[in-house]
């Protein structure tokens, strides 16, 4: 057995958001099987006091800080024909790095983490590539072409052509293409039209151990009125900024017609403009960053997720069942997750849906709580990591030339 190369677009510590979960998790389970390399970014200096965590893991590594704003990468882009995403993405040292690690060290599988790293595998490389998508990526910026107007529209659409194009060329360079979902599995074979090319799904899982409500402090609302409707994110983060100021807009009046002292609290790093503007809206909370994400959780009489534009398995839906916590969410957010409506969490079609099954829970407080039981329950039947990640890890233990698909 050899040794494995890890590119992140992120350092996967600390594991504080959905991409960043998801790589930690595969990231230590691959370390667990032999020596692994990792070459990756950081973002926040949080990302950078990091590196001690991923020295741990690492048989080496490369921590590169990325300080290209987005619309320099957006105006490299342009002349060059490429996606922003990969400009976004580029560095001359992660180049240099792996160079010098492939000549000195018997690296037999490159394991990719989100599509913009594929542009580190040398050509020339022979050995195993294996690229985690996560979600698709092109079809998230096709989604955003459609919802808004002007000349972002276009940008969106540019970016949603060349990366879609850049995936497929990557997909067929591969041996094996991982997304987080059967549906964004099934929507790329579509646009791929290759049925030779391996594709398969790594669902998300959840660690029930850390997201458990036993012992959990309450939150700072926790006895104030309510019912308390609690939403997590990066705040930052396009469609969940959508997803909120709709919400508030929308959706919350709706709920405060039958139940004037509903709260709303969104909590979750660096919140936008658009999002600090609603804590002025009656029933708002903004709570921004936080140490701990459970307690806020845990004290929530409903998790809500709102998402209109959602790709892949939502962690802050599984957090939140493992949480024992009722979950309504979107019809987006909900995509993809193995779990029964009306059982384990409410599945709202649209907005006034998601008011009446919030407004169902609020009324009885004995279903929610028994809904929040079998959420927990289930997470910890079907949503543990290490199930999860069994069919991968058993694939890359076996010769290349008997590696059947790997899910």
Not at 69 to 93: E, I, M, W
Not at 256 to 281: K, T
Not at 310 to 327: S, T, Y
Request: glycine share 6%; charged share 20%; with cysteine.
């Amino acid at each position: 057995m050899g040794e494995l190369l890890f590119l992140a677009h992120r350092i996967p510590f600390p594991p504080d958001r959905g991409d960043k979960i998801r790589s930690c998790a595969m990231l230590k389970a691959l370390a667990a099987r032999g020596p692994v390399h990792v070459a990756t970014f950081g973002e926040t200096d949080a990302d950078m006091a990091a590196e001690a965590e991923l020295a741990n893991v690492a048989a080496s590594h490369l921590l590169v800080r990325r300080t290209i704003s987005n619309l320099r990468a957006g105006l490299n882009a342009l002349p060059s024909g490429k996606p922003v995403s990969l400009t976004a993405f580029d560095s001359r040292d992660i180049h240099h790095f792996i160079s010098r690690l492939l000549a000195t060290r018997p690296i037999d599988t490159i394991f990719v983490f989100s599509g913009q790293m594929a542009q580190f595998i040398p050509p020339s490389f022979a050995g195993r590539v294996v690229i985690d998508f996560v979600d698709m990526d092109s079809a998230k910026f096709a989604a955003y072409a459609k919802a808004t107007s002007g000349p972002m529209k276009l940008v969106h659409a540019r970016e949603a052509r060349l990366l879609g194009a850049f995936e497929r060329e990557m997909a067929q360079r591969a041996q094996l293409s991982l997304f987080c979902s059967p549906a964004e599995v099934a929507e790329f074979q579509l646009g791929l039209g290759d049925r030779h090319v391996r594709v398969d799904s790594v669902v998300n899982g959840i660690d029930t151990v850390f997201y458990d409500p036993r012992g959990v402090a309450a939150a700072p609302y926790a006895g104030q009125g309510g019912p308390h409707m609690v939403f997590t994110g990066q705040m930052d983060y396009a469609p969940n900024i959508d997803a909120v100021v709709h919400f508030a807009r929308h959706v919350l009046p709706l709920i405060r017609a039958h139940h004037p002292d509903a709260r709303f609290h969104i909590v979750g790093r660096n919140p936008s403009a658009a999002v600090s503007a609603l804590a002025d809206q009656p029933g708002v909370a903004v709570a921004g960053a936080v140490d701990d994400i459970r307690p806020w959780i845990a004290s929530a009489d409903i998790v809500v997720a709102p998402l209109r534009i959602a790709r892949g398995i939502q962690n802050k839906v599984l957090e939140a069942m493992a949480m024992a916590r009722p979950v309504v969410a979107s019809s987006a957010a909900a995509e993809g997750i193995e779990a029964t409506h009306g059982e384990h969490f409410c599945v709202a079609r649209d907005d006034a849906a998601m008011a009446e099954a919030v407004c169902g829970l609020a009324a009885d407080p004995a279903r929610a709580k028994a809904m929040g039981q079998a959420a927990r329950e289930h997470m910890q039947r079907h949503y543990q990591w290490e199930a999860q990640l069994a069919p991968l890890l058993d694939w890359l233990d076996q010769p290349p030339a008997l590696m059947p698909s790997a899910a």
